[in-house]
């Protein structure tokens, strides 16, 4: 995509009511889409049931799952889990998070958050807060990883380790999590993903990291020596990176509005190495509040972990995680993966 006068938040067209991916019964996030080799376009999401609580019940009880559309509007269809919860003794094997599917060659390549815990599942009727302990272990032990199919309907080939472990006294020394790839035409990836540091025996605040990688399949040699982008003045979460053809573009959630002028929507931000970011002169990416196609207008309690859908080169879709409700986690009744068009440029 060439760079263009007109923003992102500007191309955005009215999202579609009857659109992206539902699940009666589960928490529905994270959705991710790749046209596959049926001509279809396959979104890969995350879902938990709903006996637990929306946050923090993914922590422990997340899976990765597939639904399919004729279209990249949907709505989408449940078709299958991907990656089941598969044992305590697997670095992923309690909860998988955060899918990100992309595709190089004949490969589709599926990056995501795993973690574990050696503790009883969460029965149904059983509280679960931040300060279990099963929460607790589970934050501490997220970690990148990747599973791999020569089909978008796999079978799906796990790592037995993951891909972006966790260094002791770095920006990244208590978790990684929610991978944001670029894969270029040569093969070689760019990663940037969200970390945390250990501060006590607890986390810091969230921050950016980039790694590289010669091949998808091969080791990711942290490139960044600190946060990408300084935790004293940037509240980042939710990383998403392409390459337009001259340069490396990101669209992230803004914790605090400080950047975008509006708490929890997107920045647009800029780089030409992957590693020194400059914020673009209009800076907003998208927004909390969405016109339909109905011609209602909703601000949405969550807006997050947003995904651009590239057809021939070009942005067509944005896809992004949402909620009811008045805001936050605690006050949702229901969560989707919804859908905006992108006007052409």
């Not at 599917?101 to 807060?129: A, C, F, Q, R, W």
């Not at 599973?147 to 799906?156: D, H, I, L, N, T």
């Not at 250990?198 to 010669?214: I, L, P, S, V």
């Not at 992957?274 to 109905?294: H, N």
């Amino acid at each position: 995509m060439k760079t263009t006068s007109r923003s992102l938040y500007d191309r955005l067209l009215p999202a579609p009511r009857a659109g992206g991916f539902r699940m009666e019964g589960y928490w529905v996030w994270c959705g991710s889409v790749v046209q596959g080799e049926d001509g279809r376009f396959h979104m890969f999401a995350s879902r938990w049931p709903k006996h637990l609580p929306m946050h923090p019940g993914w922590l422990v009880h997340s899976e990765v799952v597939r639904a399919v559309s004729d279209t990249p509007e949907g709505p989408y269809a449940f078709q299958e889990v991907v990656l089941p919860a598969r044992g305590a003794e697997y670095w992923d094997g309690r909860s998988t998070h955060n899918p990100h599917i992309t595709k190089h060659g004949d490969t589709y390549v599926l990056y995501y958050m795993g973690s574990t815990h050696p503790l009883n599942d969460v029965t149904e009727g059983e509280e679960l807060g931040l300060e279990d302990a099963r929460t607790i272990v589970a934050r501490a032990n997220k970690r990148i990883g990747i599973a791999v199919s020569k089909s978008v309907f796999g079978p799906w080939v796990r790592k037995d380790a993951p891909i972006m472990p966790t260094r002791p006294g770095c920006f990244d020394s208590f978790l990684t999590s929610n991978p944001a790839p670029c894969l270029h035409r040569d093969g070689s990836v760019l990663l940037i993903y969200k970390a945390r540091r250990y501060e006590g025996n607890k986390h810091g605040q969230m921050t950016f990291g980039a790694a590289r990688a010669d091949s998808f399949d091969s080791v990711y040699r942290v490139i960044s020596e600190k946060p990408l982008f300084p935790p004293a003045r940037f509240h980042l979460e939710d990383p998403f990176v392409w390459h337009s053809g001259d340069r490396y573009e990101l669209i992230a959630k803004d914790m605090d509005g400080h950047i975008c002028g509006e708490r929890h929507a997107g920045i647009h931000a800029y780089s030409e190495d992957g590693l020194k970011w400059q914020m673009s002169d209009t800076p907003k990416a998208y927004s909390r509040t969405v016109a339909w196609d109905d011609g209602s207008v909703s601000t949405m309690g969550s807006f997050e972990r947003p995904f651009i859908l590239f057809q021939d080169g070009k942005p067509t879709h944005l896809f992004a995680a949402t909620a009811d409700g008045d805001g936050g986690f605690r006050r949702a009744s229901h969560t989707w993966n919804m859908v905006i068009p992108i006007a052409p440029e």
